[in-house]
């Protein structure tokens, strides 16, 4: 991946030498409802003048219909791979049972559906949909697949707040692509250069004369961007990743990496008629963040870096222009919006630290501290293994320790968290409520608190990882499960089987309750990968011992043969 990444960027020409009028920005179409009918698809978009490129979308050629949910509702949905290749689709931001979660685990190969159903437990506000595939993200992203889900509560009707979508609450996903000669969307390269708001490039929206709701999610594949806006006007921050903040904060500039969502209230009220941009001022981005000038120290920096004109400079995303205000327009910015109430750093159960830093499972590579390969506590992503084990109900701080040269946006399934220390100092105030993801700068480290309430599943496991799409790629990602300890019990019966130890350290022990005789066929990891299997028999065919000191902490399915019927015994290694 690395490697071939070097090749791909000498082939990236600059999109901007395209001829490229101004196009209107696209307004993802909503489904309502409580199921929601999904096609991963194929498809092909003109970009750019003339030129047609090959994408991926669902029930479209690019990005996915916005699903507008209640808080509360039991939703379906139906998600059939029209794709020639495996995928899966993940709930960013959403609080489901692992089972349902669409990480790496839930595969859905071609023309199969997979159905997960749910109840919307998360606050009013905007969280994402986006695909998840073992080292397969980055590349099903940037073809097109992604799209929004708007989490609404009765309340917000009240909070005074825009709330049409389309007329005065707009979704702007934000991303920028690198395009090869040959306009295909190219992945593990730093030149992408072009920039798409909801699939479009170039675009302008006319937004009426009053106060305005832009739902901001940065769906790049791995930049940030510091936005405000090109006639310098204030703006006021209404949520962070997971609902609402408890006042509007008023700003000038939001820094906003990859995964992150933020609704701002912007107020029009005196400028109709009159044209401005959303911007990214990136010349006053931090260095060490990807956009920013710089990033690394040499040796340890990018290959290419600078000669993406975006790395370090201001430049336009979307044009907005003022046009008439609707019939009862939202003419003043709220006062009050949700009262906020974190969780309790004097609730904690366990607090655990996690460690960004390179590592090198490619033989020959030098391992780089501004590209990676990067792991988390010294580990690169296993689909076997189970990295962090939590009981349920645990209150945990989470310490997020970033050795490297680059900034990392960490995400966590689940869960939502309260960023409570920031480089030994509390969080600025945008980052403040409820967030799943954090930007963690080169050399800091970030405190967050979590409770972990609601699922737990002893075979399934969630994923934490960086959000920059190529970083999670190659491996920095890991895994936790949660667990519900009053159910585990130290002896297991599986059928007419004891397992004992069960979790096991150094070995298990597999007897027949009845003292029949028994013989293996295989064992399995979870996600069905045969596992070399070093066994002892004891008791002539009636009891054997397996040992587990070279396997991954994981479960693993054991295949026995009793008579003329096949048992499978789930064994658990920690
Ligand atoms: Cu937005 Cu695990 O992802
Ligand atoms: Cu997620
Ligand atoms: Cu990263």
Sequence with gaps: MILIKRIITLLIILPCSFLS????????????????????????????NGTTTPTYGINGAILGPTLVVNKNDNVVLNLTNNLPVNTT?????????????????????????????????????????????????DLHVSKGIAGFIIVHEPFEASLGVPLTYGVDDFPLVIQTKAFDVLNQIAISTEMDTAILVNGTYHPNLDIPAQIVRLRLLNGSSMRAYNFGFSNGMNFYQITTDGGYKDVPVQMNRILMAPGERVDVLIDLSTLNGQSFDLMSFASEMPNGIYGSAMVGVAPDTIMGYSENHLNGNDFSILQLNV???????????????????????????????FEFDTITTLPGMMPNLAEGQFGINRKVMNMDSINVRIPLNSTEIWTLINKTHIAHPFHIHDMQFNVIEKNGTVPDVYETGWKDVVLVMPHDSVKFITKFTDFSDEMTPYMYHCHILHHEDDGMMGTFIVYDSTNSLKIKEQGNFSIFPNPAIEEWVVKSIDQIDFG??????????????????????????????????GYYFLKVKVGNSIQILKLQKV
Excluded: C
């Design 520 to 553: 293996i066929i295989e064992m399995t990891s979870i996600s069905g990968q045969k596992v070399a299997l070093n066994f002892e028999k004891t008791n002539f065919n009636k009891e054997l011992r397996i040992d587990a000191r070279k396997l991954e902490r």
């Design 89 to 137: 689709i993940h709930w960013h931001g959403l609080h489901v049972p692992a089972m349902m979660d669409g990480g790496p685990h839930q595969i859905i190969t071609p023309t199969n559906t997979w159905s997960p159903s749910f109840k919307i437990l998360n606050n009013a506000g905007t969280y994402w949909y986006h695909p998840h595939g073992l080292g397969k993200t």
């Design 21 to 48: 009028a101004q196009n209107q920005l696209a307004i993802p179409s909503t489904l309502t409802g409580t199921t929601f009918n999904l096609s991963i698809q194929t498809g092909t978009v003109s970009f750019f």
């Design 323 to 353: 046009v008439n205000p609707t019939t009862n327009p939202i003419t003043t910015i709220p006062s009050a919006l949700v009262p906020f109430s974190p969780y309790s750093p004097q609730d904690v159960n366990a607090t655990r630290i």
